[in-house]
T-cell receptor, first 114, second 115 residues
């Protein structure tokens, strides 16, 4: 079974702090994704990566950056956390860049910024 | 541009009753369609997907969905609801020519099951 793990289930940070969210997948997937999930808005894509050191902006990249130094690991970085970044963050991965491919999701990190 | 509309943010049915969750999509090209489920405090998992071929797609846990091109719909059904079906359900679309990175998710429908 594909396993996608996220470093924390719950995180509480203060405004202005730098925040790192880590995601690891164990199935040698090429694509990795970061979404945020908010009530009534579904999932919105922040960034994705289709290869090591490659990244592309999604629909809402402002205030976020990402890093992919190794194939299995994809990090989301909030350079200076703000209260409007309080949300559920979901990481996903998929095998290849093909439209019918399923995305496999981690359990999510619920981030609260005070 | 692709989009997905899920009708009803919250659906409540009795245990044993039919489950019907509605999804309409917009796509200028033949789409790939998905239903994902999210149980409380968990990530999303795939219920079923339509790529090509048979328009009635069967998924896990007794769910199925039918792709109706003329109605641009991909409604999810289950004949008899079980308490364990309580979760949030997301319909999603991916254009047939582009990458998996372009999956667009609907806003979700929360399914509650009454005893």
């Amino acid at each position: 079974d594909v396993k996608v793990t996220q470093s924390s289930r719950y995180l509480v940070k203060r405004t202005g702090e730098k925040v790192f969210l880590e995601c690891v997948q164990d199935m040698d997937h090429e694509n990795m994704f970061w979404y945020r999930q908010d009530p009534g808005l579904g999932l919105r894509l922040i960034y994705f990566s289709y290869d090591v050191k490659m990244k592309e902006k999604g629909d809402i990249p402002e205030g976020y950056s990402v890093s992919r130094e190794k194939k299995e690991r994809f990090s989301l970085i909030l350079e200076s956390a703000s209260t409007n970044q309080t949300s559920m963050y979901l990481c996903a991965s998929s095998f290849r860049d093909s439209p019918g491919d399923e995305q496999f999701f981690g359990p999510g990190t619920r981030l609260t910024v005070l | 541009a692709q989009s997905v509309t899920q009708l009803g943010s919250h659906v409540s049915v009795s245990e044993g009753a039919l489950v019907l969750l509605r999804c309409n999509y917009s796509s200028s090209v033949p789409p790939y369609l998905f239903w994902y489920v999210q149980y409380p405090n968990q990530g999303l998992q795939l219920l079923l997907k339509y790529t090509t071929g048979a328009t009635l797609v069967k998924g896990i846990n007794g769910f199925e969905a039918e792709f109706k091109k003329s109605e641009t719909s991909f409604h999810l059904t289950k004949p008899s609801a079980h308490m364990s079906d309580a979760a949030e359900y997301f319909c999603a679309v991916s254009p047939g020519y582009s990458s998996a990175s372009k999956i667009i998710f609907g806003s979700g429908t929360r399914l509650s099951i009454r005893p």
